[in-house]
């Protein structure tokens, strides 16, 4: 083949891999779009713990999990994660790299590795994605928050993860478990009970809300504590909070 006759097919070729980007694009794109919209009937976390129950035989699981929108949210519950999980949470555009960077530090000096995740890079696994720490898993993970975040505003994205979080073995969401847990709808939740409920986030499946141990009430209090110091609820309420001095993970 000469080389004149090798230009326009290599321009095919390139002509047909763009092509396929931008219909792969298009299709991981839309459901995003879809969701800035509409509550999501499910997630990919809840379909896979569905599928593990029924593998393993447990034949008695059940998912417990109802949409609720955010005026149906008490305040103090968004908040709470929010102090709990990501306090960059209204100032970052989906990572927070000062996190990340501490994280390598303190593994390279040989500190058992944190997670370094944001609410936005949560919410992206726990809608679309599958348990695990691959690097595969990662990158399509930063893929997905770069669109929630480019689509949604943050109190999108809040509301979402507020509603598909995992707060124990089935328990999707604030509104399923201020049931589970404590009888009452995600609209009268409390301080201390939203506390607990974001004390648990980081082991959902060990730790409990309604029997906290002496860890979870240790940290459950650290969580007030900081939820005082971002200035109460304003902080996911305004629309252009201040960041405060001394920002913690």
């Known amino acids: 083949m000469t080389a004149q006759a090798a230009r326009p097919r290599r321009r095919r070729w390139w002509r047909r891999a763009l092509i396929a980007l931008l219909v792969l694009f298009l299709l991981t794109w839309l459901p995003v779009l879809l969701l800035r ?12 713990r569905r599928i ?17 929108p955010w005026t149906k949210i008490a305040p ?24 990340i960077h501490q994280a390598i530090d303190d593994a390279d000096q040989g500190v058992r590795l944190r997670g370094a995740s ?24 930063a893929y997905f928050t770069v669109l929630i975040e480019a689509t949604w505003p943050k109190r999108r994205i809040l509301e979402v993860y ?17 049931n589970a847990y404590f009888g009452e709808h995600a609209s009268q939740l409390g301080t201390h009970q939203a506390a607990l409920l974001a004390a648990v986030l980081p082991d ?23 939820m005082s110091q971002l200035g109460g609820v304003s902080y996911v309420l305004d629309a252009h909070p201040r960041p405060p001095r001394g920002t913690q993970r």
């Open 76 to 99: 103090t519950a968004p908040l709470a994660m929010v102090a709990s999980e990501d306090q960059k949470f209204p100032f970052h555009h989906g990572f927070d790299f000062e996190s």
């Open 118 to 141: 944001t609410i936005s890079q949560q919410t992206a696994k726990n809608l679309f994605l599958w348990n695990g720490r691959s690097l595969v898993r990662k990158g399509i993970e």
């Open 162 to 178: 507020a509603n598909i979080a995992e707060f124990g073995d089935g328990i999707y969401g604030v509104e399923a478990a201020s």
């Open 204 to 226: 959902p499946r060990r730790l409990h809300a309604n029997h906290p141990s002496a860890y979870v009430q240790r940290r459950a209090a650290w969580i007030q504590r900081q």
């Open 37 to 48: 919209f509409l509550p999501p009937a499910t997630s990919a976390f809840m379909l896979e």
């Open 52 to 68: 593990g129950a029924a593998l393993h035989g447990e034949h008695d699981f059940r998912i417990r999990y109802q949409w609720v």
